[in-house]
């Protein structure tokens, strides 16, 4: 276990994490953690996934259950003509 010191910064109080520590869980500066309280009265960080990555997986998802019988062509006319610009 390690021991870190609160720091005053502006109104409010930042901790600093230890490098190592970042390392293991898989987090950056500038990643995005969320702050709560359990039962037994601790503090607790939970990384929030980052949320275009998850449309990204979902989409994904789709795309990849899609076959070529269940797409839908909407071309139309104005689609088929040639224009000159």
């Known amino acids: 276990m390690t021991s870190v010191a609160l720091k005053k910064w502006g109104n409010s109080v930042g901790v ?3 490098c190592t520590f ?3 869980v898989h987090l950056a500066p500038g990643d995005v953690l969320e702050v709560s309280i359990n039962e037994q009265g601790s503090l607790l960080l ?3 996934k980052n949320k275009q990555h ?3 997986e979902q989409f994904n998802k789709i795309a990849d259950s899609m076959n070529a019988e269940e797409t839908i062509n909407l071309s139309n006319q104005f689609d088929e ?3 000159t610009w």
């Open 54 to 56: 998850d449309w990204l």
């Open 22 to 24: 970042l390392k293991e």
């Open 46 to 48: 939970t990384p929030t």
């Open 81 to 83: 003509e040639d224009w």
């Open 16 to 18: 600093r994490i230890p």
